[in-house]
């Protein structure tokens, strides 16, 4: 008998249902069913999954045969969630594989990071920017590896207050900040964050642009934006735009300002801009407005009136376009304010004026000397001086006309220095004019080198005719003072000059008379006689040299300046007095500087003056008595290649009158003394190029010094 099937506590339906198989038993067909619902079931399946397809005839073995009501929606919904999820996923693989392209060729370095701060993703162009390989930085804190160890603790800081507060400060906005790589290098950097949409704890991305070049490409041109703003400013050339034909011309506020305008204050009228012109200067733009019409080139310099009423001078540069018949159309250009050029320009011409007015008075001319090309350049006063037409061309020959014969070897030599080392030269010349007449030329130049290293003389010439001649004139008058004083000093000394003659006279007698007595003897002693007559030469030579001093102190001629040595000029002054130093009791000592120089002088009055400087402390010391009455006389260098005598006594001293007054004519402190002495003393040493001044002492007495140059200067 048939099995019979037993369920408890099921559906009342499915009950039923068991209630009929167990009536009419199991059907033959359900394994056959089974079977086929199997096979379509899996070729079903395999379109799904396989062939990417929906197969719903698969679900009809099941709804024909018995019981394919209950296993058609399981299996069809099985079919389409495995049709779906395979979709999905090929989805996701070709999703998986844009992203991995995208993040590997993208130029912006792309890191990821999880809700830790550690670094999950590092794209090939981070590797290259940062120097590190992603194995060396997954895991790692973002912090410790792109960040600079100065801003790590502020970035930890922001990061933990986003993930406590969700605070966003820098999500979502493009941010510049300082990035390190992997050798310690720091460069600047932008940087964007995004949090990534998933569920569970957040994670980021990062995407970094190495912004160096940028940076110094925005330098670059802030820098030259800046060099352009400076010179506009600079130069002061400020942009106009005017529409002829429309009447409208548009100014900058810096071209408004250049006016007096306040920005935006100027309607752009021709008939405003016509009122602010300075009327005497409105010809002068008229012609360049006509000029532009001609030829579309705008120049004009000219002044205008700002409201204040001052005047200032501006320049405008600038083209003019034309319209198709040829009507001018549009002007556009800059205007600058060139008031202090102006005012320069202005004072230049009356420097100018001045100086050739100056020139003129002075007798002083100006010359340029190119020594290359021989180019020489004269001021009007030089051809004046010359007397030539200010048209001829100057060349070194045609100067040479005019000077003199005698002073031809040195113009060649001043030349030919000149050509050689380029060093400043300065020289006196005279020139034979025409009419036979002789002037005296002072010259002084200095010379200086251009940019290519050729050598230019600049230099002024001066006529001083009547210099020399007043100078020859004041020599001769001097030359009258200087024998006066003489003659004055050295009657002074007679008891001295005496003396000096008549010891080698008293010598002479005395080896006369011996020589007599040797001679006869008998026998005559003539070696002896040949002794004493010796000594009697001597002493002859000993009186000549004694006149010859006193005829060279007492003549009267004109300056002769020789090469001398100052120690021996000295001595024979010493030599001449010492008989008056003993007879008032006068302690001297002499210091002369071995390595003294020689200088340029006139032999005469040097001695003059080292006899009045020593006649002068000696008469300083005669009331001196609690003291030794010590004179000091020294030589030795001075500065600027000079030699100093000084004469140090110990007498009264300068007392409280200025000690320049001791040089004055006609003033004296001694009793019956004329007061010109040290007068003519100074003007004898100022002739010589150099000074006479008097000092006191650190302790008794005064010092009285001399400093002349070694070589002469040339007036």
């Not at 190495?210 to 002061?236: C, F, P, V």
């Not at 506020?253 to 200067?281: H, I, N, R, V």
């Not at 004519?665 to 100074?682: A, E, H, W």
């Amino acid at each position: 008998m048939p099995e019979t099937v037993r369920v408890r506590r099921w559906p009342t339906r499915l009950a039923a249902s068991s209630k009929t198989l167990d009536r009419i038993g199991t059907s033959p067909w359900l394994p056959i069913s089974v079977a086929l619902f199997a096979a379509i079931s899996a070729v079903g399946v395999w379109q799904a999954l396989i062939a990417d397809g929906y197969a719903p005839f698969a679900l009809v073995p099941a709804i024909v045969l018995d019981g394919g009501l209950v296993m058609a929606p399981i299996f069809g919904l099985t079919i389409y969630q495995a049709q779906r999820a395979y979709k999905q996923a090929a989805a996701l693989s070709r999703s998986e594989a844009r992203k991995t392209a995208i993040f590997d060729s993208a130029l912006d370095c792309i890191l990821t990071i999880d809700h830790e701060g550690r670094i999950t993703e590092f794209n090939p162009a981070a590797e290259r920017t940062f120097g590190y390989r992603r194995n060396e930085v997954v895991g790692r804190q973002l912090a410790d590896v792109v960040i600079p160890p100065s801003l790590r603790e502020q970035h930890r800081r922001g990061f933990a207050r986003y993930l406590a507060t969700g605070e966003v400060r820098v999500l979502g906005r493009r941010v510049e900040m300082t990035a390190i790589r992997a050798d310690g290098s720091e460069f600047p950097v932008e940087l964007t964050i995004t949090r990534i949409p998933l569920d569970g704890p957040p994670s980021f991305t990062g995407y970094l642009s190495d912004i160096t070049e940028r940076k110094r490409a925005i330098e670059k041109l802030q820098a030259n934006q800046d060099l352009l703003d400076l010179a506009q400013r600079s130069a002061g050339a400020m942009a106009f735009d005017w529409y002829i034909q429309r009447e409208i011309n548009y100014w900058s506020p810096e071209q408004e300002a250049l006016f007096g305008l306040a920005p935006g204050t100027f309607d752009g009228t021709y008939k405003s801009w016509k009122k602010m012109m300075y009327a005497p200067d409105w010809p002068v733009v008229v012609d360049a407005i006509k000029h532009a019409h001609q030829t579309g080139e705008v120049t004009a310099e000219y002044r205008v009136v700002w409201p204040d009423g001052s005047l200032h001078w501006l320049s405008t540069r600038g083209r003019m376009f034309f319209d198709d018949e040829g009507k001018p159309l549009r002007m556009v250009g800059f205007t600058s304010d060139v008031t202090p050029r102006k005012l320069v320009e202005e004072e230049l011409r009356r420097s100018a004026a001045l100086l050739a007015e100056g020139e003129r008075l002075s007798l002083t001319g100006t010359f340029s000397w190119r020594v290359a090309t021989d180019e020489i350049i004269w001021s009007d006063q030089v051809y004046r001086i010359f007397d030539f037409a200010p048209t001829v061309t100057v060349t070194l020959e045609l100067i040479a006309t005019r000077v003199h014969p005698d002073d031809m070897p040195l113009l060649f030599e001043m030349t030919e220095r000149a050509r050689g080392d380029g060093s400043d030269f300065e020289y006196e010349h005279r020139l034979l004019m025409p009419d036979h007449s002789v002037k005296y030329l002072h010259l002084v130049a200095h010379g200086t080198r251009d940019e290519n290293g050729q050598l230019e003389y600049i230099g002024a010439v001066q006529d001083v005719t009547e210099r020399r001649l007043s100078e020859e004139a004041l020599s001769e008058v001097r030359s009258d003072l200087a024998h006066m004083s003489r003659v004055s000093s050295l009657g002074a000394l007679t008891a001295s000059i005496a003396h000096e003659v008549n010891q080698p006279l008293s010598g002479i007698i005395t080896n006369a008379g011996t020589c007599l007595r040797m001679l006869d003897a008998d026998p005559p002693n003539v070696d002896g006689a040949r002794q004493t007559a010796q000594r009697t030469i001597r002493d002859g030579h000993r009186a000549a040299d004694v006149i010859t001093r006193l005829r060279a102190l007492f003549s009267k001629k004109n300056v002769s300046t020789e090469l001398l040595d100052l120690n021996d000029a000295i001595r024979e002054v010493i030599a001449l007095s010492r008989s008056e130093l003993q007879r008032r009791q006068v302690i001297s000592r002499v210091e002369l500087a071995e390595d003294l120089p020689a200088v340029m002088a006139d032999r005469v009055q040097l001695q003059q003056v080292v006899l009045n400087l020593l006649l002068n402390a000696t008469d300083a010391m005669r009331d001196i008595d609690d003291r030794p009455r010590q004179l000091i006389i020294r030589t030795e260098r001075d500065e600027g290649d000079h030699v100093r005598l000084s004469v140090q006594d110990a007498g009264v001293g300068l007392g409280p009158q200025d000690p320049n007054s001791l040089f004055e004519p006609f003033y004296t402190t001694k009793d019956g003394g004329m007061g010109i002495g040290l007068s003519v003393s100074r003007s004898i040493i100022e002739s010589h190029h150099g000074r006479l001044w008097a000092a006191p002492n650190d302790g008794p007495g005064a010092t009285l010094s001399f400093s002349i140059p070694c070589r002469p200067r040339v007036d």
